[in-house]
């Protein structure tokens, strides 16, 4: 038990006695945070208790003002994860801030991760001065509005499909002062590809399920020497494999000559599932 005025140090911890120790042991002690809201996953087995757990999770970190429990994966070409509020104020509508940048965001409406800033912060320093960036799969605007607060990019092109996503990029390139430097466009990249014909420096691809159906496309709108850094989900004991085989077989088709930068795991995605980026030039 916590000593009674003191705030808990963890879940787990604020959990204690409200839970049995088989129930504690079932937990899922992680979760994301998406500016006041927190994401969890509750097991089946705990489903009766999910109020309990929600209360818990929001008494031992305050600044969390809402509880949403994840109801299915993230699915469909919009990568949309359905939510359901659990605990605290009944909203979805959220902002979250990283490196400085200020996200609205509508959890359960459109994709959005926290777990990807890092990645965020190693390209924008990447970027040179003067380059144009393709900003494929663009969701709520997080890839390019970090490029353009932290790198001397000249302007990205942000594609995005899905028109709420769209209508909250656009929102979040004005809210974070950058409408002079980035180009939202509503659209598939498929179709919005040839009209960036040779044009980009770098183009970002954060769709690692399903991203390498846009490989053409990516050789479509790189000038000489763009650099791509592709996402791709993998078996943890070969991960790179399928996703190098790819980029070789489009890198024919095309004509063009590329080269490995740099391989990198990114997160844990399941027991045998990993994320991991490919960084490679197209000449
Ligand atoms: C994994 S999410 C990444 C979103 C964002 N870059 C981030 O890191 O938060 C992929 C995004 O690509 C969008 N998308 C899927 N297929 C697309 C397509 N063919 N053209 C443009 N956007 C697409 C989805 O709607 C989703 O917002």
């Given amino acids: 038990m916590v000593a009674k005025g003191r705030k808990p140090r963890s879940l787990k911890e604020a959990l204690k006695g409200k839970l049995s120790k088989k129930e504690l042991s079932e937990l899922v002690t992680s979760f ?7 994401v ?3 097991p089946d087995s705990l489903l009766k208790k999910k109020k309990t757990i929600a209360k818990a999770l929001m008494q031992a970190n305050t600044h969390i003002k809402t509880v949403a429990r994840i109801k299915g994966k993230h699915s469909g070409k919009f990568r949309v994860r359905p ?17 400085g940048c200020r996200f609205k965001v509508q959890v359960g409406k459109m994709f959005f991760s926290p777990r990807l800033s890092h ?6 320093k990447l970027i040179r001065k003067g380059e144009v960036v393709g900003a494929f799969f663009a969701g709520v605007g997080p890839f390019p509005i970090v490029f353009a ?12 499909l899905n028109p709420i996503a769209y209508m909250f990029l656009k929102e979040n390139i004005a809210l974070n002062k950058c409408t002079h430097r980035i180009q939202p466009i509503l659209g598939d990249v498929k179709k919005i590809a040839p009209k960036l014909k040779g044009k980009c420096n770098r183009i970002v691809m954060p769709l690692p399920k399903g991203g390498e159906h846009f490989l053409d496309s990516a050789f479509i709108a790189a000038a000489s020497n763009c650099v ?3 996402y791709q989900f993998g078996p943890r004991d070969s991960p790179y494999k399928e996703a190098l085989a790819k980029i070789k077989t489009t890198a024919k088709k095309f004509n063009r000559k590329t080269r490995v930068i740099r391989k990198k ?7 045998k599932t990993i994320q991991v980026v490919i960084d490679f030039k197209i000449y």
């Fill in 119 to 124: 990645e965020r912060e190693r390209i924008a």
């Fill in 40 to 42: 969890i996953e509750i």
């Fill in 228 to 230: 791509v850094h592709f």
């Fill in 149 to 160: 607060k932290h790198s001397p990019m000249k302007k990205a092109h942000a594609i995005e």
């Fill in 32 to 38: 994301d945070v998406i500016g006041s809201i927190a």
């Fill in 83 to 99: 939510v359901e509020i659990i605990a605290g104020k009944k909203t979805t509508l959220t902002e979250h801030k990283e490196h």
């Fill in 265 to 271: 795991r990114v997160r844990s995605f399941s027991p």
